[in-house]
Every structure is written in C-alpha cells, then in structure tokens.
C-alpha cells in the first residue's frame, strides 16, 4: 500500500447507480452527471471528518476512486482504460441539505475534510468487477459493484477527457450506490474497495 494520493483536480459523477438516483428522487442521467471537488477536501485513513456548523445533514457516499496514470485528451474508452494507474476508497461527503438548498453543490461537496481517500491499489483489478461496502460504526450501510454502475469506468474517463485534460494523479470518483445516510459526532465511517483499498474516518464537530 502507497501513501494517499494528493490529486490536482477530483472530477466526481453523479447518479451513476440506478437505486442511489431513485433514492434521491431523482432520474439517472443520459450522460455522465459531473462535478469538482477541491482538492484541500482531501484527507488521509484516520483523518476526522469535521462535521461542518452550517449544515445539519452530513453524509456518507462510498465511491470507487480511479486514479489516472497518463493525460488524457479526448481518450477513446480503450485509451481510457490503459490509462488506469489504480483503484482508491474514496468518501464523498455530502451536506445534503446545502446540496438542495445551493443549487450549485460546490459549498455541499467542498468543506474541508469531505473527501476521505484510501491508499492506492497496487496494480490494477478488474475494473468490471470492484465492490465498494460503506460501514457506519461496523454496520455495513452501502454495497454496490462497477458491474451496476450506470456508465463504466473506462467510458467515464474517455467522457470526462472530452471536456477537460485528465492528468496523472488526478482522482475520479465514481458515484455512489444507494443507502446514503447521516453522519454524526463520534461515529466512525469506512469505505473499502474489497481487497484493494480501504479508508476509515472518526466524525468530529467543526473544530
Ligand atoms: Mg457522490
């Protein structure tokens, strides 16, 4: 195991599970729903999350992270695929309340702390086949598989590089299944990537 990644940009998807949208209310989109998150959001396995004062509704969302090893630039799914450097446990943490509120999700998904990443897989697995499990105090909440994702992985990254430059080291996040749920004071979440990364995170109030 590597030591956490520090990407330049994190480009994360959107409603790429079919029941996570539906649980939300909401259509899976007919192309890839896309959206930034900051890097200083980034923390390491054992960082706290701080639960922010200006929310009262954080959440978990347990995502498969894929980190790029090569630019890409209007990459075919092929290109994309070869382009893989490693699979990453990644926590969108999520002000769900400020999500709805702000329209925009930049302050919703951009608070310091809000995104928790495992260490890099060594080698590539099969990226049709990864499982992502969230656990909240030892309770597993979320399971969900590549295999159901709405868009794959490959043709993410050749979507994404269509729009902007994909460099080595930045981070995709992949969407989450469905059974997001609340955070709170004391608890402790985990997102793992079954055998390949895993990142696990104390709930703090805001310092
Ligand atoms: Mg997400």
């Not at 070869?82 to 969108?92: F, L």
């Not at 509120?101 to 060594?122: L, V």
Request: charge should be negative; hydrophobic fraction near 40%; aromatic fraction near 4%.
């Amino acid at each position: 195991m590597s030591k956490t990644v520090l990407p330049g940009k994190i480009v994360c998807v959107g409603r790429n599970y079919v029941e996570h949208a539906k649980e939300l209310g909401n259509e899976v989109p007919k192309s890839p729903l896309i959206f930034l998150k900051p890097p200083s959001a980034v923390i390491a396995d054992g960082d706290p999350i701080r639960l922010p004062s200006a929310s009262q509704q954080v959440e978990f969302e347990g995502e498969i992270g894929v980190v790029v090893g090569k630019r890409l630039s209007r990459a075919s799914e092929a290109e994309a695929r070869s382009a893989v450097r490693g699979i990453v446990a990644v926590n969108d943490v999520t002000a769900r309340d400020l999500q709805k509120t702000d329209g925009q999700w930049t302050r919703a998904k951009g608070f310091d702390s809000f995104c928790p990443i495992g260490p890099e897989s060594n080698g590539i697995p099969d990226l049709g086949n990864l499982t992502v499990v969230t656990r909240v105090n030892g309770e597993e909440r979320q399971r969900g598989s590549s295999a159901q994702m709405v868009f794959s992985i490959p043709m993410l990254l050749s979507y994404i590089s269509n729009i902007m430059t994909l460099e080595p080291g930045d981070l995709i996040a992949t969407g989450t299944p469905s059974g997001v749920g609340r955070l709170a004071p004391g608890d402790v979440v985990e997102v793992e990537i079954a055998g390949v990364s895993r990142v696990s995170n104390p709930v703090a109030e805001s310092s």
